[in-house]
């Protein structure tokens, strides 16, 4: 099911009955225009004696936005000179680039029908809204069995069906609850997450338990409360246990260094929610097996990634990588790299923290974009939007280990609107990949020598000898962007200059200590700025 048959099934009574009425009268329905925030008249293929009706997508800030019903008057005007829907000014308008619908009646010399009274308690519209009432329930039938299926939209008896896939059950109201109290741990700063379905439990006798909710510790707190449920295993009077018996987490969570109840549990006066057995089965589901680095490295090779290198925490060493993460050096294009940190983070433990990283250049370019007198607001907003499109596609044909060009920024960012384009200003960073023990090594002996009086020969050899002696392994990378301007470089391979920059006649590098990097475009419409003729 689509984006287009969701809308469908989503049809309010209104615009059923109004479609309905417009065809009787010979009208033409759903007339599609695309919309463009260039222009505010859209003429209509038939002269036309009114505008009935328009729908269309809504920009309400996600992806696909919302299907929506503009008023007339308020959003729309019919422009009888042109024979074209006007959009007024203040009023809602469609999402750029998507379509809509129009509704409207033709005049009585060119209409086919012989109805012509729809008004209210006329027989053709008494005769229409019972048709259309009758397609609204059946839509909104189809809705619920489609929501059904689905473990997200499911509910009621509708749920249980569907986690019972899972071997889930709803747990009943003799189970015990009560809240359970995670700590932060000493050096931790950032916000911690404690998943839905993390599991606690007592000492001996052993009761475990599973938080109900998933609660985030935010920066600046020690500790926060997470309500729980006793598991199955230990419905009735086995599930209500003393203050402070609860002592021990399942599985690490990082960030997290104890947990404690500070109440007694107490038995539930009502059963699990939809929203509680919602989270429970997703944690179920995430726990079968598929928590392993095996599996994390299955999901990326299955999302077109290779994984390269990889490092594991396995001991508490800080200088290693920390317990419970999990660091991968990944070959990937940088458009698949969303999907990979998704799946690998569905895929992941709870608690376990992992990390994706990648050999990245990161590059920024500032533009100065002269384009051509008379656009609107929006217009410019949409200039801006095509110049950032087509560097992105020109920077999106370039694979691992070929730099980028400004000649090739620039002719990427010339669209029909846009007179000239000068380059101001290039940013480079790249991706964070660790550093060899022979680095590490080196920053060893140079912070030895530091605190070493001159001339004193003795203790140099002391200082150096201990450096040596030490324990001096690898770095893991960490992905952060670590900025690099030896990257921005002349046609010679030297660092390019202003006059290099503001001519276009540069290279951003693809290769980092001799291996080949993917060139990456960092650019927000702030990094634009436009000028008019």
């Known amino acids: 099911m689509n984006k287009d048959t969701v809308f469908l099934v989503d049809r309010p009574f209104s615009d059923t009955v109004d479609d309905i009425l417009t065809a009787i009268i010979g009208g033409v329905v759903n007339e599609p225009i695309i919309f463009d925030v260039k222009q505010d008249r859209y003429p209509l293929t038939r002269q036309a004696l009114d505008i009935r009706g328009i729908t269309g997508i809504l920009d309400d800030g996600t992806p696909d936005g919302v299907r929506h019903t503009f008023q007339k008057a308020v959003d729309f005007e019919y422009v009888q000179a042109s024979n074209a829907v006007g959009w007024l000014d203040g009023g809602l308008h469609p999402k750029d680039s998507t379509t809509f619908y ?52 499911a509910a009621g008896t509708s749920l249980d069906h569907v986690v019972s896939i899972l071997g889930v059950t709803r747990k009943p109201k003799e189970v015990a609850v009560g809240q359970a109290t995670f700590f932060r741990a000493s050096g931790v700063d950032g916000s911690v997450t404690i998943p839905a379905g993390t599991v606690v439990s007592t000492g001996q006798p052993l ?70 057995l919602r989270a429970r089965a997703k944690a179920v589901l995430r726990s079968l097996g598929q928590a392993t680095l095996a599996a994390l490295i299955r999901v990326i090779k299955e999302g077109n990634g290779t994984p390269v290198e990889v490092w594991e925490g396995e001991n508490p060493d800080p200088v290693k990588a920390p317990l419970g993460t999990v660091t991968i050096l990944v070959e990937a294009e940088p458009e698949r790299m969303v999907s990979l940190r998704g799946a690998v983070h569905e895929t992941r433990a709870a608690g376990v923290q992992a990390t994706l990283v990648a050999r990245y250049v990161f590059v920024t370019p500032r533009l100065v974009v002269t384009v051509r007198p008379g656009l609107t607001a929006q217009g ?14 020109y920077i999106d044909g370039l694979t691992s280990g070929i730099p980028a060009t400004g000649k090739g920024i620039l002719a990427g960012a010339k669209k029909d609107d846009v007179a000239s384009v000068r380059v101001a200003d290039v940013l480079t960073s790249r991706s964070d990949l660790g550093r060899p023990g022979g680095s590490v090594l080196t920053d060893a002996v140079v912070a030895a020598l530091a605190g070493v009086p001159p001339g004193n020969e003795a203790a140099v050899r002391a200082a150096v000898e201990a450096a040596l002696t030490g324990s001096v392994p690898a770095l893991p990378p960490t992905g952060r962007r670590i900025p690099d301007r030896s990257l921005l470089q002349g046609p010679d391979g030297s660092p390019a200059t202003d006059d ?28 634009v700025a436009l000028r008019e003729q």
């Open 500 to 527: 290099q920059i503001d001519a276009g006649d540069f290279v951003v590098s693809a290769t980092v200590g001799g291996d080949p990097f993917w060139v990456v475009l960092d650019m927000v419409p702030a990094d």
């Open 102 to 153: 129009v509704d409207y009646a033709l005049p009585a010399g060119i209409s086919p029908s012989p109805l012509t009274d729809i008004n209210v308690g006329s027989v053709t519209r008494t005769l229409s809204e019972a048709v259309g009432r009758e397609i609204a329930t059946v839509y909104e039938q189809i809705n619920l069995a489609y929501k059904a299926g689905y473990i997200d939209s």
């Open 380 to 393: 410019k907003d949409k200039v801006v939007d095509e110049v950032i499109a087509g560097v992105q596609a």
């Open 207 to 276: 009761v475990r338990f599973a938080t109900s909710e998933e609660r985030t510790l935010q920066r600046g707190q020690a500790r926060i409360d997470v309500p729980i449920r006793a598991e199955d295993a230990f419905a009735g009077a086995a599930g209500a246990v003393a203050a402070g018996a609860i002592i021990d987490l399942f599985a690490p969570i990082v960030g997290i260094s104890r947990v404690t109840n500070f109440d007694p549990t107490v038995f539930s006066a009502e059963g699990e929610t939809d929203d509680q």
